[in-house]
Nanobody, 123 residues
């Protein structure tokens, strides 16, 4: 199982980025997906997650209404659309998968992780 994130970078406050998480070696649609982030000196935080094989998604309170998680099953890829980014969103962002149906906002529940992609929000 392999996950590869991309799409991070430097963006000004109020801007947008779309992160991608491409899966190989397994069918992403059959796995619960989680997006997490970790800023320097802080614990890893759940950002958003999606159940396997349905449209149910969840968000962390700090990103609700600004971030959207979605899947493209044909591309075996999950996305995190991030709008109205703020300096507090600066972190390394990770995607993770769990073979269970229901997603979780708890990092310890995910056995497989990508390498992370840096997002920096600064003027």
């Amino acid at each position: 199982l392999q996950l590869v994130e991309s799409g991070g970078g430097l963006v000004q406050p109020g801007g947008s980025l779309r992160l991608s998480c491409a899966a190989s070696g397994f069918t992403l649609a059959n796995y619960a997906i989680g997006w997490f982030r970790q800023a320097p000196g802080k614990v890893r935080e759940g950002v958003s997650c999606a159940n396997a094989r349905d449209e149910t998604t969840r968000w962390g309170d700090s990103v609700k209404g600004r971030f959207t998680i979605s899947r493209d099953n044909a591309k075996n890829t999950v996305y995190l659309q991030m709008d109205n980014l703020q300096p507090d969103d600066t972190a390394v962002y990770y995607c993770a998968v769990d073979p269970k149906f229901y997603c979780s906002m708890t990092a310890e529940n995910y056995p497989t992780w990508g390498q992370g992609t840096q997002v920096t929000v600064s003027s």
